[in-house]
C-alpha cells in the first residue's frame, strides 16, 4: 500500500479535527468563497473546511488520499443535506481524475503538504485551477515556537529515521520552497502572497485526554508509540505530550483547552 495512504488511514483523525473545526470555519469565511464557485479541496480529509466553504453555497469537491475519512466526509455533507458537497479519493501527487482548469478556487489546509512529491502537488494544483482562479494553502512552519511544530518534532524523537528520500512536509512551511516549487509550474514571484495566521486546537478535556485521542487515533502520533513501546519509553512520549498541551494552552474554561498553531498562509493568483 502506499504508505501516505496507510498513515492517513490509521487510526481515525476525525477524532482530532473534530478539535479543528471552529477555527476552519473562521478562516473559510475569511477566504471571500462566492456561491457557485466551483472549488477543490485538496487533502480535505473529513470535511473540515470543505463544508464551510459548501456552507457558503460553492460546489464543492473534496479530495483525499484516505478512504475512511473521504467516507465519513460524505457522511457529514449527506447528515448536513448539502448536495454540492462529495468527497472522493484521490491523490495530491496526481489529480489525473480532474480536468485542467476545473476549478476556479483551490485549498489546502494542512492537507497537500503532507503528499510525499511536494512539486507535483504544486503543478497539479495549478493545472486543476481556472485562469483568474486562486490556490490556498495553510502549512505549518518548521521550528515555528507553536503547538504543530513542536508535536511533531516531539514524535519525531522516539520514531525511527524517515526513508532516504522522505521530504519533510514542513518544508512548505518555509516561504522560499514555496516559491520555487510554484516557480517549477511557471507561477512568478508576484502572484504569491504569504501571511502568518493562527490556528486553534479547542479539546473538552484535560491534557492527558488530549495526548491520548493522539496516542490513539493520529496516525503519526501512533507510529510514534508503537516505536516508543518497543524502547520502553511510551511513558515519557506521554509525558512530554501532556506537558506540551498544557503549557500551550490558552484557554480559560476548567477541562477545556484551546491551544494556537502559527501557520504560513499562502495565496497563489494564476
Known sequence: ???????????????????????????????????????????????????????????VLGVDIASNLVAAGNARASELQLTNCKFQEGDACDLRDLKDASFDRVVSIFGAMFAPRPVDV?????????????????????NDPTLVARLLKIGAAYSPPPPEGFISPMLWGVEDNVI??????????????????????????????????????????????????????????????????????RGSQKDALSIPATFLHVTVTL
Open 1 to 59: 500500500m502506499n504508505p501516505n495512504k496507510a498513515l492517513w488511514e490509521k487510526g481515525d483523525f476525525t477524532r482530532i479535527a473534530q478539535t479543528m473545526r471552529e477555527s476552519g470555519e473562521v478562516l473559510v469565511k475569511r477566504l471571500g468563497i462566492k456561491e457557485g464557485q466551483q472549488v477543490l479541496d485538496l487533502g480535505c480529509g473529513d470535511g473540515t473546511t470543505a463544508i464551510p466553504a459548501a456552507q457558503l453555497g460553492a460546489q
Open 122 to 142: 504544486a503543478k497539479e494544483m495549478v493545472r486543476v485551477t481556472r485562469p483568474g482562479g486562486q490556490i490556498t494553502m495553510g502549512n505549518w512552519i518548521p
Open 180 to 249: 520555487e516549487r510554484f516557480g517549477a509550474t511557471g507561477v512568478k514571484r508576484e502572484q504569491i502572497a504569504f501571511e502568518r495566521a493562527t490556528y486553534f486546537f479547542n479539546y473538552r478535556g484535560t491534557p492527558a485526554g488530549f495526548a491520548n485521542e493522539f496516542r490513539n487515533f493520529y496516525g503519526p502520533a501512533m507510529n510514534a508509540f508503537d516505536a516508543a513501546e518497543k524502547s520502553g519509553r511510551s511513558a515519557d512520549l506521554q509525558k512530554e505530550l501532556e506537558d506540551l498541551f498544557a503549557s500551550e494552552n
